[in-house]
């Protein structure tokens, strides 16, 4: 509650403009979508490979309201993962453990069944997705699981809504188990007020945060060299950890200065050339994949359409 009793949420997907997080997040699904596969592995355990396909669904849905209005919600990731199985997925990240956010989550995932519903002969069969919510922050008492439970003519149906916390994940888990996807969101585990002011007057435990950046440098770059990580994907991640650190840390100078000083200066160190290419490359076989034509990627990636058909393997005539 604020000072005046209204209730204040601090839900990434609630606020009607995007927050720096859910801006990084968003990114993250478009950019880097393989890197979910191992997120899921270890939320649901799944076995995914790297080899399957992910299928966006459209995350604007419209709420129909007691009142006759329609307002208007968007959801953080509803996709499909086509593999040995086809199963649908629907993954939302949020700053603060909350349990209000089950209202969202079943909104969400009642109207992503419901539109892909389908009707035969007197019976509307519909779906729902398999849910999880991402914590960047949480607490000894968050738990693990939440649960959403309805109460029918015909009986009680319940699921669960699944917990990932990223306090959970130190840099070792997260390189062995290529949780690749939590690294801009690790700063989170320092991200206290109190952390956050013993770092900006403590210059030892400054350093200290410096070298665990500098590891996740390093491993980057050697998950790069050996072709575990393209270029693009590298870049992302280094870049979208920059914005989430610039946006936590604004208010420490110190902070920000020591963390983005090793993420920053490491990119501009690096084969910038060599990056921006690959990451064109990367794009044009992701927008590929999703049907875009070859015209439109060659626009996109202000290159020729031969150059294009070479990137994707297309004989040239």
């Known amino acids: 509650m604020g000072q005046n009793g209204e209730v204040v949420s601090d839900n990434l997907t609630e606020r009607k403009y995007n927050t720096p997080y859910d801006d990084v997040f968003r990114t993250l699904l478009n950019d880097c979508k393989m890197l979910l596969l191992p997120v899921l592995n270890e939320i649901f355990g ?20 007691q009142d006759g209005i329609e307002e208007e919600r968007i959801t953080d990731a509803s996709f499909t993962v086509i593999g040995e199985e086809t199963k649908k997925y629907l993954f939302e990240c949020q700053s603060n453990p909350d349990s209000s956010m089950l209202v969202r989550i079943f ?8 539109d892909e519903g389908e009707i035969v002969r007197n019976t509307l069969e519909v779906t729902i997705p398999n849910s999880a919510v991402l914590y960047l922050r949480s607490t000894k008492s968050t738990p693990d699981k939440l649960e959403i439970k309805i109460n029918t003519p015909g009986g009680t149906v319940a699921f669960d809504v699944l917990v990932m916390k990223i306090r959970e994940y ?16 690790y700063i989170f585990n320092f991200g206290t007020k109190k952390q956050l002011e013993e770092l900006e007057n ?22 790069n060299e050996q072709g575990k990580l393209s270029a693009y994907y590298y870049v992302t991640i280094i870049e979208m950890s920059g914005k989430v650190v610039e946006s936590l840390t604004a208010q420490y100078e110190k902070v920000l200065k020591g963390v983005k000083d090793v993420m920053g200066g490491t990119v501009l160190d690096y084969k910038a050339k060599d990056i921006y290419e690959q990451g064109k490359k990367d794009m044009a076989i992701s927008l590929h994949e999703s049907g875009v034509s070859e015209d439109l990627i060659a ?19």
């Open 46 to 65: 799944e076995n995914y490979t790297g080899n399957e396909q992910i299928v966006y669904s459209k995350n604007e849905h419209f709420m129909n309201r």
């Open 107 to 114: 909104e969400y995932a009642t109207q992503i069944a419901l």
């Open 170 to 185: 130190g840099l070792d888990d997260i390189f062995e188990k290529n949780l690749l996807f939590l690294i801009p969101f």
């Open 202 to 223: 403590d210059s030892t435990k400054l350093e200290a945060l410096k070298k665990e950046y500098e590891y996740i440098v390093r491993r980057l770059n050697e998950l």
């Open 299 to 317: 626009k996109a990636a202000n290159v020729s359409v031969d150059l294009v058909r070479k990137w994707l393997g297309i004989s040239v005539a």
